[in-house]
Structure formats: structure tokens, C-alpha cells
């Protein structure tokens, strides 16, 4: 092929940037509908957050991280370095914007707009991840389990009673467990726990990395090119996203998929549009050896992580550190990560566990991604922000992507997801 037809195929071809798990399913949506697609990213397909995920698949979560009540237990667990949230005291001027944005969304109206909104992605989810994982030959990748919730006793199951109704309010189907209830499913969990709530139609990935890294195997298939370079500008004509800018100079495009996670907003200032785009650092550690079997995800409410048993072993994945891009991991979350586990599943070996793994998870304060395509850049579409449940919602955020990009409706109302929605807030 001749150098000016490679580079006409270049010109009529979408650009995705970053592979993660949310832009390997956009890029799966466009190849199936016959779009040229080329992927941008320095790492290996799947490696960064997308690796760390606590497996589970989360058709249940209707409920904003924001709600009410929040607000008096923020400074407490600011100060507790043992608790589920932690902020470095250095970090803390740079944080208070973006906490004070995340709290005002647990007004209790403000609740009801965001729950609708994130139950038109997540209710239907399962759907489509098996549905994906069908189209690539993969279909061992996710397991229909259920999810349990734990509690330790009626006053704590009584904190989250507004989160269960939410859920109720969205079609979201559960059993409320007694301690011979919780026995039945997961006779290993501790009997501090006495109370538990079952979501039956919930699933988990088997191997979050093996996951993504299905899907880019499946994209090479098609002809799709990964190229192993940070996009660290975007081309633009008037008021048009014409290609990127790499290490290795321009490349026009067609269309412009911002994916990048956590990076998504420091491209975005190119363009003068500021995202409160905040990292929550979360944490894993795989024990290989643990002597536990467990039968899907467990959630202990007072612990705030995951416990799933993915094929690296079993993973208990959580904590909530704000600290930014750049700065060092904190061995100390990881090690809270085991005393959780303990606490959890009391005889479960802790003696041989991998190194943990620090992520950065892509929150916006108001718990909803930016999907959909700008309104003020021709050409400039998005991906971004799905925060703690970036592989629950990839396959619908795909499907979404691909169909607007392809000329098709989208299938749900893509207004509360604009990124204009923080333009016109500014």
C-alpha cells in the first residue's frame, strides 16, 4: 500500500485515546459497525485501572457515592488515617474544590436526578457484557453470580437503608438475609456479620486484565493499530478535532474518542474546557494461597471494599485516597486492605499475598461519566469518568459511543452526561 493511501486510511479513521477498558469496548462498537479505528495509549491494552478492578459487575449500583448525610462524616474520616477515605494533609487545599462540588450533589432532589440517570446505564449492563464477550469468543470471562452485602448489625444495615431504596425505586431486585441466609451462600464470612443483602441479577469478570486484554485481542483481529504513544495534544482547525498529537508528531483523524480516564481533563484544557476531573486512588491486593472459596464478590459495609474471587486469586480491592496523579502509592492503604479481609473471612491465609497494585480511578462529583460528543468541537466525542465502575459500565458506554459516532440514536438521553454540563456550571 502506497504512502498516500495509508495515509487516507489515517484521515477516514476514529481515534481512541486510552485502553482501558472503556475504550476497548468504544472501539469494539465502532469495528463492528465497520469504522477504522486506531488506539492510543504508552501502555499495554487493560494495564492500568481497568487491571485493578475488583471484578465485579454492578447492575445494581443506582446509588451516587454523594448522599445525604455525607457531609458530617467527611472530616472524621480525614482525620482517621484508618479510614475508607484518606487525603494527605498536603493535598487537602487542592481537593476542597472538587469535595465541596461532591458534596453539594448529596441534596436529596439532586440524588433522585443522578439515581435515574445512572440506572439508564447501569440497569441494563449485563446484558451487553455478555453480549461482548459472545462477539470476541470469550464467553468464559463472566460469571452470573449475585452480590452479597454483609452488615454486622441493624443499626449499620439502618445507614444504608436510602441506598436500598434507591435501588428498589430503579427495579433493582434483592433478598435481605438473616446470619443462616448468609451462611447458605458464603459459609466462610464471619459471624460478626449477621445481617446480608443479596442482589441476585449481578455478575462478576473472572479476570479483569485477562478481560480487557481479550477485547484487544479480538480488536487486533479486525485490523485495529494500538499505538504506544501518549497523545499529549489534539489537533485542531477553527473549531474542529481534526487528529492528535503524539511523540511522533500529527496524525489526522476523522473523529477523537477522549477515554483516557484520569488524564482525560488535562487534554481537555487544551481546549479551555475545565472538567473537575479527581483521581480516587484505589488499592488491591491478590492473595494467591488463601485457603478461601468463595462463590462471588462479598461487600462488607463497614470494610468499603470488594472481596472476589478472580483467577489471580482472591482480591480485596477498596479505599478511597484523594493525592492526585503524580504522587507516590501509600503501602500503608494497601495494608489496611488486609486487616479488611481478615475481618471479613477470619480464616482466610494472609501469609503469602501479591504486591498490591494503586490505581487511579477517574470520579466526577456528581458520580456520572461524560458520554456523548461535544457540542462546541466538531469531531471531539467522550468516554471519561465512570469512576469506581469503569468495567460495569463499559460495554453499555461502548455501545452508546459507537452508535453516535456511526450516525445511529442514541438509546438513552445523553444530556446528563454532557461535559457541558460543568461548562455551563463554570
Not at 476514529?14 to 472501539?27: Q, T
Not at 448489625?153 to 425505586?169: D, G, L
Not at 481533563?265 to 479551555?272: D, H, N, T, V, Y
Not at 461487600?299 to 486469586?313: L, M, Q, S, W, Y
Amino acid at each position: 500500500m502506497s504512502l498516500n493511501a495509508d495515509t487516507s486510511r489515517m484521515q477516514d479513521s476514529i481515534a481512541v485515546i486510552g485502553a482501558g477498558i472503556i475504550g476497548l469496548s468504544v472501539a469494539w462498537n465502532l469495528v463492528k459497525r465497520g469504522r477504522q479505528v486506531v488506539v492510543y495509549d504508552p501502555n499495554e491494552p487493560g494495564s492500568g485501572c481497568s487491571a485493578g478492578s475488583a471484578g465485579a459487575l454492578s447492575p445494581g449500583s443506582v446509588a451516587p457515592l454523594a448522599m445525604p448525610g455525607l457531609l458530617a462524616s467527611v472530616p472524621g474520616m480525614m482525620l482517621n488515617r484508618g479510614s475508607a477515605l484518606h487525603i494527605p494533609v498536603d493535598y487537602w487545599l487542592k481537593a476542597a474544590p472538587w469535595l465541596a462540588a461532591f458534596i453539594t450533589q448529596a441534596r436529596p432532589r439532586r440524588v433522585a436526578v443522578i439515581a435515574d440517570a445512572l440506572a439508564r446505564l447501569y440497569r441494563p449492563s449485563l446484558e451487553f457484557h455478555k453480549a461482548l464477550v459472545r462477539e470476541i469468543g470469550a464467553p468464559d470471562l463472566i460469571r452470573l453470580t449475585g452480590q452479597l452485602h454483609v452488615y454486622r448489625n441493624r443499626r449499620q444495615f439502618a445507614r444504608s437503608k436510602a441506598e436500598w431504596r434507591i435501588r428498589a425505586e430503579h427495579g433493582v431486585t434483592y433478598e435481605q438475609l438473616d446470619r443462616a441466609g448468609i451462611e447458605a451462600l458464603e459459609p466462610l464470612v464471619g459471624p460478626d456479620y449477621r445481617l446480608g443483602v443479596f442482589i441476585p441479577e449481578a455478575g462478576m469478570s473472572v479476570n479483569p486484565l485477562r478481560h480487557a486484554q481479550a477485547i484487544a485481542e479480538a480488536l487486533t483481529r479486525e485490523g485495529v493499530s494500538f499505538v504506544r504513544h501518549s497523545v499529549s495534544d489534539l489537533c485542531l482547525e477553527g473549531r474542529a478535532v481534526e487528529g492528535v498529537v503524539t511523540g511522533q508528531g500529527r496524525r489526522d483523524h476523522a473523529g477523537v474518542v477522549l477515554a483516557a480516564g484520569a488524564w482525560s481533563a488535562r487534554i481537555l484544557r487544551r481546549l479551555g474546557i475545565a472538567v473537575p476531573l479527581e483521581t480516587q486512588r484505589g488499592y488491591h491486593v491478590d492473595f494467591r494461597d488463601s485457603g478461601i472459596a468463595l462463590q462471588r464478590p462479598v461487600v462488607p459495609a463497614d470494610r468499603k471494599v470488594f472481596v472476589t474471587p478472580i483467577e489471580t486469586g482472591l482480591r480485596v480491592a477498596g479505599t478511597v485516597e484523594l493525592a492526585g496523579l503524580d504522587a507516590p502509592p501509600t503501602p500503608r492503604r494497601a495494608d489496611l486492605l488486609h486487616s479488611d479481609l481478615k475481618a471479613v473471612l477470619p480464616s482466610v491465609r494472609l501469609d503469602a499475598p501479591q504486591p498490591f497494585w494503586m490505581g487511579h480511578r477517574p470520579c466526577l462529583p456528581d458520580s456520572l461519566p461524560v458520554i456523548g460528543s461535544s457540542r462546541d468541537w466538531q469531531g471531539l466525542h467522550f468516554a471519561f469518568g465512570h469512576g469506581h465502575l469503569g468495567l460495569s459500565a463499559s460495554a453499555v458506554t461502548g455501545d452508546i459511543v459507537g452508535r453516535i459516532l456511526c450516525g445511529e440514536t442514541a438509546p438513552i438521553d445523553l444530556a446528563p452526561y454532557r461535559v457541558e454540563r460543568f461548562v455551563n456550571a463554570s
